[in-house]
């Protein structure tokens, strides 16, 4: 499927992506609140200021993607694979992280900043703090 598509039966009111391929979908700045992308390919996709709040995220592949100053507030994440992702600014207030895997990506400027990744795979991971996580 491709982004525009997507986006207009979003906007008819479907909410239910799952299991979509989404690779490299172009989907800046779009509102895609209490979405369903639960294990959705969005491979490379650009997702920088979009409104991902409340989102089922739940095993999606999210390698390389752009997700700067998304709002994941609330989104459920576990299991997913977000690696080489950047997340840079990125609100990850209350978002489900258990099971999901960082490694490679960029975690700097996220909010919030004491965030819980205590079950989440960090490898290489560019971490809020400016550091790197080692394996």
């Not at 294990?39 to 752009?66: F, P, V």
């Not at 490679?104 to 400027?109: D, K, R, V």
């Not at 290489?124 to 996580?133: D, F, L, Q």
Request: glycine content about 8%; hydrophobic content about 40%; proline content about 1%.
């Amino acid at each position: 499927m491709d982004s525009s598509k997507l986006l207009e039966r979003y906007a008819e009111g479907q909410r239910d992506f799952r299991q979509t391929d989404l690779t490299e979908a172009r989907l800046s700045n779009a509102n895609l609140s209490n979405i369903n992308l639960a294990e959705t390919n969005l491979e490379r996709a650009s997702l920088n200021g979009a409104n991902l709040s409340h989102a089922n995220l739940r095993g999606a592949n999210l390698s390389g993607a752009d997700l700067s100053h998304s709002n994941l507030c609330g989104a459920d994440l576990q299991g997913a694979y977000l690696g080489a992702a950047i997340l840079f600014g990125a609100n990850l207030t209350g978002t489900q992280l258990s099971g999901a895997d960082f490694r490679w990506a960029s975690l700097i400027n996220v909010v919030p900043k004491d965030l819980d990744l205590s079950e989440v795979t960090l490898i290489r991971t560019v971490m809020p703090s400016g550091g790197v996580a080692e394996a």
